[in-house]
């Protein structure tokens, strides 16, 4: 069955740090999230892509944060610098249309 | 934007017995209600989803019904497995839109 697929599954860091987390999505799927999931929270949205578009950002720390889709399949989110409050772990899902999302197994980051 | 509310926090209950847990929304706009089971440093897993063109929906031992009107929805569980332990989120959204989530019910499935 295919997988969401996401590298690092683990990542330490100490603050002030560049940190880059890699997602790719279910084959044919143009809907990708990167969502935040602190510990004992929900996840939270932090951008979603259609295709190689980002289509909703609003939630996304732009002054650290980017995110990337160049050719709409892989994905790239990147934090520089790193803080403390950037501790969680970041889950990646991807969907077909307005079905079902998939999620995959998240990086855990811890900032020290 | 979407506002999702969850109760409770944590739920105990005997195995067998039924489990409920229940959900609000703020955003008239969303038509996609999905719920997340989540075991202990896994990723969330759908269980079931509901949409806002049906008032209940039911596979073997899940159900979830939605009241539009009153922007709520709630997850029963029957016959509670040792297994069905874990954490259990809801959501709402758009259809293809990002989700919004709730905090979470970490269910306790007592033997």
């Known amino acids: 069955e295919a997988e969401v697929a996401q590298s690092p599954r683990y990542k330490i860091t100490e603050k002030s740090q560049a940190v880059a987390f890699w997602c790719d999505p279910i084959?044919?799927?143009?809907?990708l999230y990167w969502y935040r999931q602190i510990l004992g929270q929900g996840p939270e949205l932090l951008v979603q892509f259609q295709d190689e578009s980002v289509v909703d950002d609003s939630q996304l720390p732009k002054d650290r944060f980017s995110a990337e889709r160049l050719k709409g399949v892989d994905s790239t989110l990147k934090i520089q610098p790193a803080e403390l409050g950037d501790s969680a772990m970041y889950l990646c899902a991807s969907s077909f249309g307005s079905n079902e999302q998939f999620f995959g197994p998240g990086t855990r980051l811890t900032v020290l | 934007g979407e506002n999702v509310e969850q109760h409770p926090s944590t739920l105990s209950v005997q195995e067998g017995d039924s489990a409920v847990i229940k959900c609000t929304y703020s955003?008239?706009?969303?038509?996609?209600f999905p719920w997340y089971k989540q075991e202990l440093g896994k990723r969330p897993q759908l269980i079931i989803d509901i949409r806002s063109n049906v008032g209940e929906k039911k596979d073997q031992r899940i159900a979830v019904t939605l009241n539009k009107t009153a922007k709520h929805f709630s997850l029963h569980i029957t016959e509670t497995q040792p297994e069905d332990s874990a954490v259990y989120f809801c959501a709402a959204g758009g259809g293809a839109d990002g989700l919004t989530f709730g905090k979470g019910t970490h269910l306790i499935i007592q033997p």
């Open positions: 955003d008239s706009a969303s038509n996609y």
């Open positions: 084959s044919g799927h143009a809907t």
